[in-house]
């Protein structure tokens, strides 16, 4: 069975995505709290977690799949 096909892995990249925005929401809050170097690389994870979710969301497009379970949407 192909990796794209199984649930839990595209629950997992989808929950990095979600991880990713959440991480990107909190350092926005704390930005005068939080020294320069530490959130810098704060925000560069969660932008790399969110492009790494939009990706997958777009292969799974392209070739018709639901980007959360990864069955086939052309036979609904």
Do not use: Q, T
């Amino acid at each position: 069975m192909k990796l794209y096909k199984k649930k839990r892995y595209n629950m997992f990249i989808m929950g990095l995505s979600v991880i990713g925005m959440m991480m990107y929401i909190i350092s926005m809050f704390l930005r005068n709290k939080i020294a320069d170097f530490p959130l810098g690389f704060i925000e560069g994870v969660s932008i790399v977690l969110m492009i790494l979710g939009i990706i997958h969301m777009m292969i799974s497009f392209i070739n018709k799949r639901n980007p959360y379970s990864g069955e086939d949407m052309r036979h609904r």
